[in-house]
């Protein structure tokens, strides 16, 4: 496998030349994906960039692409490029998560929803989809859905039960009402009940 | 090796004036400074010329990037910003990453009991270790206060007389957006282990301790309500919780105004007392001349570790606590300065209170590891091919240092005025929220 740089400027220049076209996107796809593998983001996202503009219908070189952009801070183009991903190859249930996921980290939560229910859709046992969904669907506040799904996570992978537990220990405004509404008890105000974490 | 210094800083509401001070000082001594968003100046550490990187913690991520900055050809220095007004050993234990003593080339100390737990951890390191006070300590001395108590006093006039409750619940309402990303986030910088259950029983416990002190904040804001007339109420979560759940959580209580954003002490020195449960702006309420009580309802460790809790009134319950400012109100009770002890406690714990600033004294401590500034070296200084201007930001991090060079102007005009010195520095943006801060 090609991954030196240099190789493979060398090599694609000459199949291109040759009409080669396929074969050129391949290389860079390869070279891209061990760069990604060695988490040189920089350098994967050049390939994969190549890689893309030799084959713009190579969603497996634009999944890359996206996963290298969100290593590097730049969720917009890697949705775009999941995105676009998602057009060529409907179905793939990580394209999906890494999708949700990222419209989650920018708090677009209404955009992230649906990406991971197609995900869970596509692959009911995925336990960490259930987590990323659970999650969601509880910064929406949809609390009695997200309890749902955050169960089914648990019941999937049994390691998510502390994950689940700590989510549960946010304050939320309705928590934070019911302390600030509660009458105050006839002795000490410090003597209120249930002053204690969830 | 050149005679520049780099200047992280991470929150621009706690550090930045701070470190402006300091650049300010190195600036004038003639060195290159470069202060900013310490994202955008970790990911341009191998287009800078040689110099000192000064990182505001030694966590793991602040450790994995002065070893980036080694290799890049610097000297590092650490000023642990979240050690300020932390007593408890075990809590400030764990801001300090394993193997960071051997990178770090000096460790600046708050005050000699930081010093004393740094050489019990990491014996051998007392050669870089200089205790110097943390410049934001020196923003709580009289002639640095007069902006900020005629902030203070136009914050009075537009509220009136109030009660100021300052917040800290980061944890249970972490701007992160829930537990489990705060949890995530403190994983990440390796404050907790993820499996190892005697991080897992302190989260729980930090969990648990927010929970009782926000029960006996609700409490003591609702009794106050109840009970205070002619004062206003003034509530300010932290500036690292999610304002929007106090906001829906108060709306209908028209005593009660919800205020955001800046530097706590304006309002800390406008309120007539302040109210808080183990928070750091107790400490510099009292630094500063005023009048805070701490609410400690619990008997949690983590109530015993902070510096607050040994220089304020502390009260067990929410009425104690609302019947000593009731009191306070009415023009009883103690002096904000009225106990020796407090005093006695702070010389422990932080150094730099009076003489020499504590800015400068870092600038001391950092121009030992560095070559005498000359104009011909400012003059070549320059960044090198490949340097960022601008980055992307997760969205937790993209409000917290958001500068423009007109916003440090500014502060450096203030500086100015209020220390008379520093005349002929100038400020030069470099990036995004990025600037190099010379003599000119």
């Known amino acids: ?198 | 090796m050149t005679p520049s210094v780099y200047i992280s800083v991470e929150e621009s509401a706690r550090e930045l004036a701070a470190k402006l001070l300091l650049s300010a000082i190195l600036a004038e001594r003639g060195f290159t400074v470069v202060l900013g968003q310490q994202w955008l100046l970790n990911d341009n550490l191998f287009h800078l010329p040689a110099g000192f990187v000064l990182f505001k913690g030694n966590n793991a991520i602040q450790h994995h990037h002065m070893r980036v900055a080694k290799r890049a050809g610097h000297m590092v220095g650490s000023i642990e910003e979240e050690a300020l007004m932390v007593t408890d050993e075990n809590e400030l234990r764990r801001l300090y990453d394993t193997g960071v003593a051997g990178t770090c080339d000096l460790f600046l100390a708050h005050g000699t009991a930081l010093r004393d737990l740094l050489a019990k951890w990491f014996p051998g390191i007392a050669t870089k270790t200089e205790v110097t006070g943390n410049p934001r300590i020196d923003f709580l001395r009289p002639e640095f206060l007069h902006d900020t108590k005629a902030e203070g006093a136009r914050i009075r006039r537009e509220f009136g007389r109030f009660v100021l409750f300052n917040l800290n619940y980061a944890t249970i309402n972490s701007a992160h957006g829930d537990v489990l990303s705060y949890f995530d986030v403190c994983v990440n910088a390796k404050i907790y282990k993820p499996d190892d259950s005697t991080d897992e029983r302190l989260f729980r416990e930090l969990v648990q301790w927010e929970y009782d002190n926000l029960g006996a904040m609700t409490a003591a804001i609702d009794w106050l309500e109840r009970n205070a007339t002619g004062v206003g109420i003034v509530v300010r979560p932290h500036p690292s919780e999610r304002f929007e759940v106090w906001q829906r959580a108060l709306s209908g209580r028209p005593r009660v105004r919800l205020v955001r954003g800046g530097s706590h002490l304006p309002w800390t020195m406008a309120s007539e007392i302040m109210v808080h449960t183990s928070c750091t702006t107790g400490a510099e309420a009292f630094l500063a001349g005023h009048q805070a009580v701490s609410l400690c309802p619990s008997d949690n460790a983590l109530t015993f570790g902070f510096l607050s809790n040994l220089v304020n009134p502390t009260f067990r319950t929410p009425e104690e606590a609302c019947r000593y400012v009731m009191a306070r109100l009415d023009g009883g009770g103690a002096s904000a300065r009225h106990d020796d002890t407090y005093t006695q406690v702070l010389d422990h714990h932080l150094a730099a209170r009076t003489g020499k600033l504590a800015a400068e004294r870092i600038a001391d401590a950092i121009e030992q590891h560095l070559p005498a500034p000359s104009p011909a070296a400012a003059a070549a200084w320059s960044v090198g091919k490949g340097f960022r201007t601008q980055r992307a930001l997760h969205i937790g991090q993209a409000h917290k240092m958001v500068e423009t060079q007109d916003d440090i102007q500014a502060s450096l005009a203030s500086l100015q005025q209020t220390l008379r010195r520093f005349d002929g520095l100038s400020v030069t943006p470099l990036g995004r929220s990025l600037f190099c801060v010379t003599r000119s």
């Open chain 1, 1 to 198: 496998m090609a991954t030196d740089s240099r190789d493979v400027t060398d090599r694609v220049a000459a199949l291109v030349q040759a009409g080669r076209i396929a074969e050129a996107a391949q290389i860079h796809l390869a070279a891209g994906k061990s760069r990604y593998q060695a988490k040189q983001f920089r350098e994967a996202e050049a390939h994969l960039r190549s890689a893309v503009g030799l084959r713009s219908d190579s969603a497996e070189a634009r999944f890359l692409l996206a996963r290298s952009l969100a290593y590097l801070d730049r969720p917009e183009e890697a949705e775009a490029e999941l995105t676009a991903a998602l057009t060529l190859r409907p179905g793939w249930q990580e394209a999906h998560f890494f999708l949700g996921g990222s419209f989650f980290a920018r708090r677009m939560y209404g955009e992230a929803v649906p990406h991971l229910f197609r995900a869970i859709a596509l692959n009911p046992g995925w336990a960490r989809a259930h987590l990323a969904l659970g999650r969601t669907l509880f910064r929406l506040e949809r609390y009695a859905e997200a309890d749902s799904i955050l169960n089914l996570a648990v019941a999937l992978e049994p390691g998510h039960a502390k994950k689940v537990e700590y989510l549960h220990f946010t304050l939320t405004a309705e928590r934070l009402a019911a302390f600030l509404d509660r009458p105050p008890a006839r002795d000490a105000v410090g003597g209120r009940p249930g002053l204690t974490a969830p």
